[in-house]
């Protein structure tokens, strides 16, 4: 008989995940923390019940690429062009600064090399996962203080799905200056390929959907046809322009979020995504961190690291908001308010342990950085909307 333990290994870990995620939202702490404690737990790391196999690692793969898809899609257009040069100018330098300290750290700790060198891109590669927001948890803390529709809220919103456009362009050009050798001119050629030829073919494609949303609106045919499109702009932007496939996906959420039926859509690819790939995915980042090679040089790295994340964001974007003309208050807040990490930076950094450039003991590190800002970023919002007591 064919061997079937994947299933219970996939049993136990959609178990597991739930009902960490359960108790991790109970303690006001993002599910996906929940999760990959759940992975960190039955994985080899404590336990050693479910470890990670190539079965497992593809469910993850597409469960990134929905969330992918998903993020795209949620894409408010309208927003951002409302926000303007602002935002863009706050998400610039919330990614870029991020990955200059980022390098300038890694290669403190672990060597200096060249421009190009592998142990640049590395460092890079690291300033990359910094890089990344996740504004989820800024926006249940702004809509809890009635703060997520004022000028600072839309500013922080605006600016951190900015910010995560830049991080998977960046990303895309980070792994294929790794995997392919080729210098930075045809990588960059090659992505500019690709997106030219998204937006050619994504108008063509957004109205051959419009015109399938006029005649079968809320009907399941138009979430499975976009799930087929999100797929196959994945595998086209890997297989044929070298660049990531989250990219891809991503570019494929954005053609379609302006569809009148993209709630729905969001809605019926979100329930695939929610119970079974996306935690399968957070799970598996759980399943692949590994305490072997952990030693008093990483440790302090880690903690490093995450001061570092910390404060290149309050540094990067609460400076760059002031320059557009924000109070110092208001840029505090907008500094730490893009300071929270959570799906991409995790995103980000299973692509580098796919393309070798990380190993799983970095896991622990964004690990902890997420924690710790998830947690901070709140906190401190509360703290800074506090009025002031009336003498």
């Excluded at 060249?114 to 249940?140: D, R």
């Excluded at 995560?164 to 792994?175: A, C, E, G, Q, R």
Aim: charged fraction near 15%.
């Amino acid at each position: 008989m064919e061997n079937l333990s994947f299933l219970l290994d996939i049993a136990l870990i959609l178990l597991t995940a739930k009902v960490f995620g359960i108790i991790a939202r109970k303690l006001h702490a993002p599910e996906v923390v929940g999760e990959i404690i759940a992975g960190l737990l039955i994985g080899p790391a404590i336990l050693g019940i479910v470890g990670p196999s190539d079965f497992i690692s593809k469910m993850a793969e597409i469960g990134v690429i929905m969330l992918m898809f998903e993020a795209g899609l949620s894409t408010d257009m309208k927003k951002l062009k409302a926000t303007g040069l602002k935002a863009t100018a706050i998400a610039c330098a919330g990614v870029f600064v991020p990955i200059f300290m980022g390098t300038v750290l890694f290669m403190c700790f672990y060597g200096f090399g060249p421009i190009g060198s592998e142990q640049f891109i590395k460092g890079l590669f690291i300033g990359t996962i910094m890089a990344a927001t996740s504004v989820s948890i800024t926006v249940a803390a702004l809509k809890e203080l009635g703060k997520l529709s004022s000028t600072v809220g839309t500013t922080i919103v605006s600016a951190a799905i900015i910010d995560d456009v830049i991080v998977i362009v960046v990303l895309t050009f980070v792994l294929s200056a790794k995997g392919s050798g080729s210098s930075v001119w045809i990588t960059m050629l090659k992505a500019l390929m690709f997106f030219a030829i998204a937006i050619i073919t994504g108008f063509i494609v957004y109205k051959v959907f419009e015109w399938l949303d006029a005649r079968y609106e809320h009907t399941r045919r138009i979430p499975i046809a976009a799930l087929v499109y999100c797929i196959i702009m994945a595998y086209l932007a890997e297989k044929y322009f070298g660049i990531a496939d989250i990219t891809g996906a991503y570019v494929a959420g954005v053609v379609l979020c302006n569809l009148h039926d993209v709630k729905y859509v969001e809605r019926k690819v979100d329930v695939s995504s929610y119970m079974v790939f996306a935690p399968i995915f957070f799970a598996g980042i759980g399943l692949k961190v590994s305490f072997e090679n952990l030693n008093t040089t990483f440790l302090l790295f880690s903690v490093a690291f995450v001061l570092v994340a910390l404060i290149a964001k309050i540094i990067g974007c609460g400076t760059v908001a002031k320059l557009c003309r924000f109070n110092w208050n208001d840029s505090l807040k907008i500094g730490i308010g893009m300071m929270t990490r959570g799906e991409v930076a995790l995103i980000t950094a299973q692509k580098g342990l796919n393309a070798g450039l990380i190993t799983p003991d970095y896991f622990t590190a964004v690990i902890l950085m997420i924690l710790v800002s998830s947690i901070l970023a709140p906190v401190l919002l509360k703290i800074l909307y506090k009025p002031k007591a009336s003498p």
